[in-house]
């Protein structure tokens, strides 16, 4: 390194801690790291004079330890150990156990009117994020990107987000670091390490993405229905979570786009439907909806699940930015292509197909032909469908499933609940408003009786004859219907005995 770049570089002189902010001394520069909780920090740096001011919120406070090590300082909380290396003010993020997490491989300089840095990027880490594009793989890896949201995420189980006002700029092009480029150094690191927990972190934080329009082309086609898809679940993995899609450029499109565009349309939660039109299967969503859209206010939950998100243990899923899971029960694979056909890939579980009711054990791809939107549930699912007569609570053994319905006008939760155990499938209901509920098991056999203590259920012979505290078995499909009208405050309990 020639002497006039040596000199350069800051030197971490001393730190002082205040409450949860550390402050950091330099030689030239300032810098300060902010403890948030636990798992999130805030690091500001600027390379010459004063950090000019900020606030965090009010937080409460993060039992911290500091060290001096000589050629670095150590900040831990009870699961993170951050180092700063004194030449350079490098930083490095472990676990409390010493797995590394993110590692500054160079110090920060000056270029083109901001600063430009490099991590490390392991071989086995992925990363994802940094706003919507239509790539043909969710991974970051390989490419050179402009992030829209500068919301990264590693499968090495960190988050970073760079709320300065901005452009930054992300390389992945080398094989063992990435190169951040952008107007300062300000970023909150997020240890989850799952990406749920790692979004639910980065909602604490003030700096959130914007409603932002999916598409802006005056005709729909193919190619742009694709791309609108695409678009949607790259902004879903970067906390990109108000998409407006407006469906009128599809108004006058042939009956197969038009009917492609109007799946697709009605499952985004901000729509303007021109006169596409919803499809029925949007207004059985209603309920289900409604309990996500709580979810993405108090969580920061996508309504649109990526793989990624999802099975971040499946290296596979990155492969498939055109499919998603809606909340965590059902996968949607939209057919933005003429034909009726396209391959599904389904992840490790059992899937059930919910137009045809066959299962598939995944991980495995398949090929789907229909005129209808491929939806599949996973196995242990509880899904709750609103229809004109009540609610239909479809759930899929083997597994236990449960399902919170917000009740909004209320503001409170109704709960269902269905587990098997031994030779009897309980089926409960918390429910907090009066209404009709009809449960459909599916893969199930014949019980031998329907009920609960002393209530017995009554089996009719036809599905349309179903009534009140009656129940139907669906030879052809193995599926059980049972229909109940329950109470506001009442725990409705239903035993199929085996």
Same mark, same amino acid.
């Given at each position: 390194?020639?002497?006039?770049?040596?000199?350069?570089?800051?030197?971490? *002189?001393?730190?002082?801690?205040?409450?949860?902010?550390? &402050?950091?001394?330099?030689?030239?520069? /300032?810098?300060?790291?902010? #403890?948030?909780?636990?798992?999130?920090?805030?690091?500001?740096?600027? *390379?010459?004079?004063? *950090?000019?001011?900020?606030?965090?919120?009010?937080?409460?406070?993060?039992?911290?330890?500091?060290e001096d090590g000589g050629r670095e300082v150590r900040i831990r909380s009870r699961l993170l150990e951050v180092t700063i290396v004194k030449q350079?003010?490098?930083?490095?993020?472990?676990?409390?156990?010493?797995?590394?997490?993110?590692?500054d491989l160079t110090a920060p300089r000056s270029e083109a009117g901001g600063v430009v840095w490099e991590r490390q990027m392991t071989a086995e880490s992925d990363y994802f994020g940094l706003g919507p594009r239509t790539d043909p793989t969710?991974?970051?890896?390989?490419?050179?990107?402009?992030?829209?949201?500068?919301?990264?995420?590693?499968?090495?189980?960190?988050?970073?987000?760079?709320?300065?006002?901005?452009?930054?700029?992300?390389?992945?092009?080398?094989?063992?670091?990435?190169?951040?480029?952008?107007?300062?150094?300000?970023?909150?690191?997020?240890?989850?390490?799952?990406?749920?927990?790692?979004?639910?972190?980065?909602?604490?934080?003030? /700096?959130?993405?914007?409603? #932002?329009?999916?598409?802006?082309?005056?005709?729909?086609? #193919?190619?742009?229905l694709k791309a609108s898809l695409l678009r949607i679940v790259e902004g879903a993995m970067s906390a990109a979570n108000a998409p407006m899609l407006n469906l009128a450029p599809y108004n006058n499109a042939p009956p197969e786009l038009l009917a492609r565009a109007r799946q697709l349309g009605s499952l985004v939660a901000r729509v303007s439907p021109g006169t596409v039109g919803l499809s029925g299967f949007r207004k059985q969503l209603d309920t289900f909806y409604g309990s996500y859209i709580a979810e993405l206010q108090d969580r920061g939950f996508p309504i649109w699940h990526p793989l990624p998100f999802q099975v971040p243990d499946d290296p596979e899923g990155a492969r498939h930015p055109d499919e998603f899971l809606l909340g965590d029960e059902m996968l949607i694979a939209p057919i933005c292509e003429p034909g009726d056909k396209r391959s599904v890939y389904l992840p490790r579980g059992i899937w059930t197909n919910l137009e045809t009711n066959e299962t598939t054990q995944g991980p495995k791809t398949i090929t789907v032909e229909t005129k209808s939107l491929p939806v599949f549930a996973r196995n242990g699912a509880l899904i709750p469908l609103t229809s004109t007569n009540g609610m239909a609570l479809h759930y899929f053994p083997k597994l236990g499933g449960e399902f919170f319905l917000l009740e909004?006008?209320?503001?409170?939760?109704?709960?269902?609940?269905?587990?098997?155990? *031994?030779?009897?499938?309980?089926? &409960?209901? &918390?429910?907090?408003?009066?209404?009709?509920?009809?449960?459909?098991?599916?893969?199930?056999?014949?019980?031998?009786?329907?009920?609960?203590?002393?209530?017995?259920?009554?089996?009719? /012979?036809r599905l349309e004859t179903l009534a009140d505290d009656c129940w139907f078995y669906d030879a052809a499909q193995k599926n059980l219907h049972v229909r109940v009208k329950v109470k506001a405050g009442e725990d409705c309990i239903i035993n199929l005995n085996y």
């Open positions: 390194m020639p002497p006039q770049a040596l000199a350069a570089i800051a030197t971490l *002189l001393s730190f002082a801690p205040h409450g949860n902010r550390v &402050e950091l001394r330099l030689d030239h520069g /300032s810098a300060e790291l902010v #403890w948030l909780t636990p798992s999130t920090f805030h690091f500001r740096r600027v *390379l010459d004079g004063a *950090l000019r001011p900020a606030e965090e919120a009010t937080r409460e406070p993060v039992v911290v330890q500091t350079g003010v490098l930083v490095r993020v472990r676990r409390i156990n010493g797995a590394t997490l993110m590692t969710l991974s970051a890896r390989g490419k050179s990107l402009a992030a829209d949201v500068p919301l990264l995420l590693s499968t090495a189980g960190y988050g970073e987000f760079h709320p300065g006002g901005g452009t930054y700029h992300f390389d992945f092009t080398q094989p063992d670091r990435y190169r951040i480029q952008g107007p300062e150094i300000d970023y909150y690191f997020y240890y989850g390490p799952t990406p749920k927990e790692i979004f639910e972190e980065h909602n604490g934080q003030p /700096s959130h993405a914007e409603p #932002w329009t999916v598409n802006s082309d005056r005709f729909g086609s #193919w190619a742009s909004g006008d209320i503001a409170d939760y109704s709960q269902v609940h269905a587990a098997p155990a *031994l030779d009897i499938t309980r089926l &409960e209901i &918390e429910s907090k408003k009066d209404r009709d509920y009809q449960w459909v098991v599916h893969h199930a056999d014949k019980p031998a009786s329907v009920g609960f203590d002393t209530k017995q259920y009554r089996e009719v /012979s």
